[in-house]
Nanobody, 114 residues
Framework: QVQLVESGGGLVQPGGSLRLSCAAS???????MGWYRQTPGKQREMVAT???????NYADSVKGRFTISRDNAKNTVSLQMNSLKPEDTAVYYC?????????WGQGTQVTVSS
């Protein structure tokens, strides 16, 4: 089993920055880790992912503003979010993908508002 603990959400003004972090416990190898987000009434969408080898993928809406990174030794993944916009407001979920299944964090709220 894998447990994910997220931190770093909160309220920020437009143009501001936040950093989300996720720590994974357990010894199951991850193919990739990433961040997804969801707003009420909408499907969960991919924000950014990073493989164990360091390859990254970003949603078009966050390219150039968000940066994902991971520390394989510590089994953590982080998301640096800059130039935040009101449309980035959502619950952000950490994802841990193994060969057998996906694991999800509990979610952390990010609100971008003046």
């Amino acid at each position: 089993q894998v447990q994910l603990v997220e931190s770093g959400g909160g309220l920020v003004q437009p143009g501001g920055s936040l950093r989300l972090s996720c720590a994974a416990s357990g010894s199951i190898f991850s193919i990739a880790m990433g961040w997804y987000r969801q707003t009420p009434g909408k499907q969960r969408e991919m924000v950014a992912t990073i493989t164990s080898g360091g390859s990254t993928n970003y949603a078009d809406s966050v390219k150039g503003r968000f940066t994902i990174s991971r520390d394989n030794a510590k089994n953590t993944v982080s998301l640096q979010m800059n130039s935040l916009k009101p449309e980035d407001t959502a619950v952000y979920y950490c994802n841990y993908r193994s060969v057998a299944r996906n694991y999800w964090g509990q979610g952390t709220q990010v609100t971008v508002s003046s």
